[in-house]
């Protein structure tokens, strides 16, 4: 067992052979009665007394300068307890800090948060109130009056590059160029992964496949919108109810943005109706903690999804160009890759990541991958389930379906010859532990899926997708209650039924029944520092806290019952939950269960309370396959998902059902990026899809139920062997779809959505064709 | 900001007193699936809404002249499960029953459809392809205006001030006959339509049509009849020819503009392609009927 040197504590991989009771079972979660019969508190459902209600102001402008703001009108309407602008928030220098898998930064932040010399987006935040009502508010912003003067804006990445374009940022210069260039541009950054030599894998390739993608930003599309409440007293004590991925780092960023103390502000995370990435940032928080600072009053601002869209996080679009060689039988030379990603309205697109996957999946002598960050007047883009990964690897499971159609070789068996596995280097840097990405592909080859005959105008596509996974800052306690059952306390909001799996793995570890362990998402005053529900880390890390902390109690209940029996603590084992005396005292006494020992605490020290404080290492990536069919009616355009098969590593799935629920999710999701969603701009730069009604996300009908096969190669440095398994899934749907749409026509579309307009068209452009 | 009145008569007098004594803006309400979004988005701002759903008449489907006489405020989850409409009108059922989801189904009315006068409305084109004929009761009485002629433009009525529909004729008709509507939309349900198409028509013995009326929506500022597509239809046995006439009369006759929801090419393309597939399954109706 591997010696976890990180955490203090053994976290290696316990092996396979050991009998678990509970790892692997689907028990129901704990949160599930709660949130079917409408009793769990989402964002929008804390009432607290004397409550305001908080507004945004936003502009209706994609780029203009703010030459002034008048809230004279507004402040002097009856109701109205505190209006917001720029000026309420300090200027904050360039700073990089993490936000998930993401980096923000505070200059962009507070800016992002409350437009300051110009507004970058339709939609951008101007000014803030609060009043006694939701109509004396809207009242009220409609009495601030804001000087725009208009701005020429840029909506597209391509266009914002041209040295013409309208500059957003005056003072920005590209990074990551050699020399740096003197004028500032749109371009934020340059970035670069190489290995090896791609002119030279080129030259060695007999095919050489080269081609051109584009792909629309796409909204995270969390069915619950923002939504907080704050409250800060008189002495500058805060309280702040909200709907995150991270209350930690929503505490962070507010308190840096209005320069409070960390320990005055304490934040509880609501249940979370969706995230995907998307809540990691704050936007309404630090507005409503803003306007009860002035109005000491509870302020709650809750958005609509027409401001969501406006203004809220999608992930970027992007312009890709995707160059791969291989020999004729199949063993590829090189890849190479430019990725231009649009940032919004201020840098840090996920180009970083994405360039990082991009060929991740493949075991590659030559890889070259470019990637440029780049602004345009949209809403700045936040992580999206495995932030720039499905674009990028969308780009390259294209290539790689056509290079096999090219070769006359089976498309898993050229993903096959070319796996990553074991030992492979990444073309960003590190060499991969045991990995599954073989193991998914086989299977998906065996599957019954694969085999299926096909219709006329159906066809099937296949797409292998990678994702990093991330540890991090965790903390965790389990408190042994008088009566032998435990409450745990956790740091991580629970979006995909985290809680089940951390109290199954509790369980397994104390030996007691699950539904004796009850959890909670403690707020961040009574838990110690733990980063977000996010890079698919919660069942991971806060997993290596829970068995950390429940081994921390083992070890305590064995010196209750040394010192009850009087002999040496390392004379007693535990075993099938009871302290047994082990080595020369065997059978010398009674086991005690953990509910005796628990009993007589008192007597024997007090409460029994194991903690774990630690910044989890060892995630490992997890690799998945997909199988897609699709049937294409010629004469509309549409495209209908007939079946559809994940097939994905999940290391050791805690809870099946829940890790199938992420995998089916993420289809879904990639679903609705391959075939309908897109951000539809008019010359205007205004946005006008702002809802559901238009913003095309599948609804049930438009699925079929999504088969799901877990693989399971254990991570190493788990003990039960987990790996994240949040965001791969939605990383091959585009591809895999946009392969069998392939098959089916003998079309390649290269540009996402392939909605019915766009297939159509295509159809009848080869028809005349012919 | 003004208080919104809320009123809800028993009697087509009492409903109509109240809309033509309104001081501001006044609206109807049905099920409210139309009415609800509009105000929540603060595109109406009403100072009374009169709900019509007390009101028996509006609530009712009753058997007349062999047609029958469909209340305006009816749900779309009634009408769906009245086997006698069911039978004499599918292709308006089914269109009714395309609107939204199960759940706004249980609201949603074709009176509402109607008077939203959204050119995309799904039950308008089946209900002009079915001669439907609306009752319109208002201050100066009650009046017969076939359904084509209540929506004027997009969002807007032919509806005096006091004036409510009250019920819809879907009249009787020959043996032999069917009709069928089909509509476009990216999604499975919940989205508007991109095209619809509404034909009904009638069937000789021998299995010619003698026949037809054929209607579009969503292709134009007002769902509209398009008599060159019908006349396409007349006279022939639906061979491979008609139906090529057919799509591309429906086709020809859209009006279409290019929006978020869809490109004017993509929509003359699309009519065609959905007249001809309702024409067919109103045909297989027709043969069955
Ligand atoms: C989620 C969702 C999905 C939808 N999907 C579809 C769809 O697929 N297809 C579609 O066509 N529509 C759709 N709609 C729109 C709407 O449901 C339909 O137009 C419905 O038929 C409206 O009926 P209602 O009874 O709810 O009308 P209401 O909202 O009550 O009224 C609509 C309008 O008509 C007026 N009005 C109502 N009844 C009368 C009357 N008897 N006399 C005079 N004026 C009257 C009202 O004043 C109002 O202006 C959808 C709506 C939603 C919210």
Same mark, same amino acid.
């Given at each position: 067992m591997a010696k976890d040197t990180d955490t203090g504590?053994?976290?290696?991989y316990m092996g396979g052979d050991k009998e678990l009771k509970w790892v692997g079972t689907r028990p129901p979660r704990p949160d599930g009665v709660d949130k079917v019969t409408g009793r769990a508190k989402f964002g929008a459902d804390f009432y607290v007394p004397g409550m305001l209600i908080g507004k945004v102001l936003r502009s209706p402008h994609p780029h203009a300068l703010i030459k002034s703001i008048d809230t004279s009108k507004a402040e002097a309407l009856?109701?109205?307890k505190a209006v917001l602008t720029r000026d309420d928030f300090g200027d904050r220098s360039s700073e990089f800090v993490p936000a998930g898998e993401m980096m923000v930064n505070y200059r962009d932040i507070v800016r992002n948060v409350m437009a300051r010399?110009?507004?970058? *987006?339709?939609?951008?935040?101007v000014a803030a109130v609060a009043a006694t009502s939701n109509a004396i508010a809207k009242q009220a912003l409609k009495l601030i009056e804001v000087d725009y003067e208009p701005l020429p804006h840029v909506i597209d990445a391509v266009e914002a590059m041209k040295p013409d374009a309208p500059l957003l940022?005056?003072?920005m210069i590209t990074d990551?160029?050699? /020399?740096? /260039?003197t004028k500032p541009s749109n371009v934020a950054k340059r970035v670069e992964f190489t290995i090896g030599d791609v002119e030279a894998g080129f030259a060695a390739a007999d095919v050489v496949i080269e081609r051109a993608f584009d792909t629309s930003p796409v909204h995270q599309a969390y069915i619950e919108p923002h939504a907080c409440v704050a409250s800060v007293s008189e002495d500058g004590q805060a309280e702040l109810w909200t709907t995150t991925q991270g209350h930690y780092v929503a505490r962070a960023h507010c308190a840096r943005l209005l320069d409070?103390?960390?320990?005055?502000i304490r934040v509880t995370a609501s249940e979370?109706?969706?995230?995907?990435?998307?809540?990691t940032v704050v936007y309404l928080e630090p507005l409503a903690l803003g306007l009860s600072r002035k109005a000491c009053q509870p302020v709650k601002m809750v958005m609509s999804r027409d401001e969501v869209f406006r203004a809220s996080g999608p992930t970027s679009g992007a312009h890709m160009k995707i160059k791969v060689g291989a020999t004729?039988?199949?063993?590829?030379t090189a890849g190479q890759a430019e990725l231009i990603y649009q940032a919004g309205a201020f840098q840090g697109s996920p180009v970083q990541p994405g360039a990082m996957c991009a060929f991740a999946p493949y075991d590659l002598e030559n890889v070259k991958v470019v990637g440029w960050d780049v602004v345009t007047n949209r809403p700045k883009v936040a992580a999206y389930r495995a932030p720039g990964a499905p674009i990028s690897e969308y780009a390259v499971e294209c290539v790689i379906d056509e290079l096999a159609k090219r070769l006359g070789i089976d498309p898993i068996d050229l993903r096959l010859a070319n796996a990553a596995k074991e030992g492979t280097r990444a073309a960003y840097g590190p060499k991969f532990g045991p990995i599954g990405l073989v193991e998914s592909l086989e299977q998906a080859k065996a599957h019954p899926h694969y085999q299926a005959p096909l219709g006329p105008n159906q066809g099937r596509g296949v797409a292998s997708g990678f994702w990093f996974n991330i540890g991090g800052e965790t903390c965790a306690s389990l408190i042994v209650n008088e009566d032998g059952t435990a409450a745990l306390t956790l740091g991580t909001p629970d979006i995909g039924g985290s809680r089940a799996s951390l109290c199954m793995m509790a369980a397994e570890e104390l030996g007691?029944? *699950?539904?004796r362990v009850r959890p909670i998402i403690a707020d961040t005053a009574s838990l110690g520092y733990t980063f977000l529900?996010?890079?698919?880390r919660a069942t991971f890390s806060s997993g290596l806290a829970v068995i950390e902390a429940a081994r921390d109690v083992v070890r305590q209940l064995c010196e209750r019952a040394a010192k009850i029996w009087e002999?040496?603590?390392?004379a007693v084992e535990w075993a099938d939950g009871t302290a047994k005396p082990a080595g020369? &005292? +065997?059978?010398d006494f009674e086991p005690m269960s953990l509910a005796a020992i628990a009993a007589i605490a008192g007597k024997t020290g007090g409460p029994v309370v194991g903690h774990a404080q630690i910044n989890a290492q060892g995630a490992a990536p997890s690799f998945g396959t997909h199988l897609v069919d699709v049937e294409v009616?010629?004469?509309?355009g549409r495209v209908t998902v007939l079946r559809y098969t994940v097939l994905q590593?999940?290391?050791? +799935?805690?809870h099946p059902a829940y890790v199938e629920g992420q995998f089916q999710g993420g289809a879904v999701q990639g679903i609705g990026w391959a075939l309908n969603e897109e951000y539809i701009y008019g010359p205007d730069g205004?946005?006008? &899809?702002?809802?559901f009604l238009d913003y095309r996300i599948p609804v049930a009908?438009?699925?079929?139920?999504i088969d799901t096969v877990i693989v399971e190669v254990p991570n190493p440095r788990h003990p039960y062997g987990v790996r994240g398994?949040?965001?791969? /899934?939605?990383?091959p749907p585009m591809a895999a779809i946009a392969n069998a749409i392939e098959n089916a026509l003998g079309i390649r579309f290269t540009?996402?959505?392939?909605?019915p307009p766009r297939v159509l068209k295509a159809i009848d452009e080869m028809a005349a064709a012919e | 900001m003004n208080d919104m009145r809320y009123e809800a008569p028993d009697t087509i007098d009492g409903a109509v007193a109240l809309l033509a004594g309104g001081r501001g803006e006044v609206r109807a309400l049905a099920g409210g699936t139309d009415l609800l979004v509009q105000l929540r988005a603060e595109m109406i701002a009403p100072e009374l809404v009169v709900d019509l759903k007390r009101i028996p008449e509006l609530r009712s489907i009753a058997a007349e002249d062999g047609g029958f006489r469909v209340g305006a405020a009816v749900s779309g989850a009634e009408l769906g499960e009245h086997p006698g409409v069911k039978a004499l009108w599918p292709g308006v059922v089914e269109a009714v029953e395309l609107i939204g989801s199960t759940q706004i189904q249980g609201r949603a009315s074709l009176g509402g459809n109607l008077c939203?006068?959204?050119?995309?409305?799904?039950s308008v084109p089946a209900m002009i392809a079915a001669r439907a004929v609306a009752r319109v009761a208002g201050p100066a009485g009650t009046r017969e205006v076939?359904? @084509?002629?209540?929506?004027?433009?997009p969002g807007k009525?032919?509806?005096?001030?006091? @004036?409510?529909?009250?019920s819809v004729l879907l009249p009787a008709r020959p043996a032999r006959s069917g009709d069928a509507y089909l509509r476009f939309i990216?999604? #499975?349900?919940?989205d508007i339509a991109v095209v619809g198409a509404g034909v009904s028509l009638t069937l000789d @013995?021998?299995?010619?049509?003698s026949a037809a009326r054929v209607a579009l929506g969503a292709v134009a500022a007002l769902a509209m009849l398009v008599p060159e597509a019908a006349a396409a239809l007349v006279? #022939?046995?639906?061979?491979e020819a008609a139906l090529e006439r057919l799509a591309a009369a429906a086709s020809g006759a859209c009006r279409p503009i290019d929006d978020k929801r869809g490109t004017k090419e993509y929509r003359i393309k699309v009519a065609g392609v959905l007249a001809r597939r309702a024409a067919l399954i109103a045909a297989e109706r027709a043969g069955r009927s």
């Open positions: 504590a053994d976290t290696g009856t109701g109205v010399e110009k507004a970058l *987006y339709e939609g951008h935040a940022h005056e003072d990551g160029v050699e /020399p740096a /260039p409070m103390d960390i320990s005055k979370i109706g969706g995230g995907f990435g998307g809540k004729k039988d199949g063993k590829i007691i029944e *699950y539904d529900t996010g890079g698919s002999i040496p603590t390392d020369a &005292n +065997a059978g009616d010629r004469e509309t590593d999940a290391g050791k +799935a805690i205004k946005l006008e &899809n702002a809802g009908s438009d699925v079929p139920m398994v949040g965001e791969t /899934p939605i990383i540009e996402l959505p392939m909605s | 939203n006068a959204s050119p995309a409305a799904d076939p359904v @084509e002629e209540i929506a004027i433009g009525t032919s509806l005096a001030k006091g @004036e409510i529909v009250v990216p999604r #499975t349900e919940m @013995e021998s299995g010619v049509c006279g #022939t046995t639906l061979d």
